[in-house]
């Protein structure tokens, strides 16, 4: 919650949110949920590959809620 009010109030919808230090990506996730676009990088390669499970199981999530609520 804290990480989307502050993309909230710093960015609107169709920005572009940039995480030069991603982690599991958090900020990631709380952009994309705001309709923002999002970079993010991290040193860490298991870091990188949690970050992208994460995101990527949230955008099939929100694939399947949209195609529920079309039906």
Avoid at 2 to 26: C, H, K, T, Y
Avoid at 42 to 58: C, G, H, L, N, S
Wanted: proline content about 3%.
């Amino acid at each position: 919650r804290i990480l989307q009010r502050i993309i909230e109030l710093a960015s609107n919808e169709g920005d572009v949110v940039l995480d030069p230090f991603m982690g599991v990506g958090s900020t990631g996730e709380a952009a994309l949920s705001l309709k923002r676009r999002f970079i993010g990088f991290d040193i860490d390669p298991e870091y990188v590959t949690a970050a992208r499970a994460r995101i990527r199981k949230f955008a099939k999530d929100r694939k399947k809620e949209a195609m529920q609520k079309a039906a």
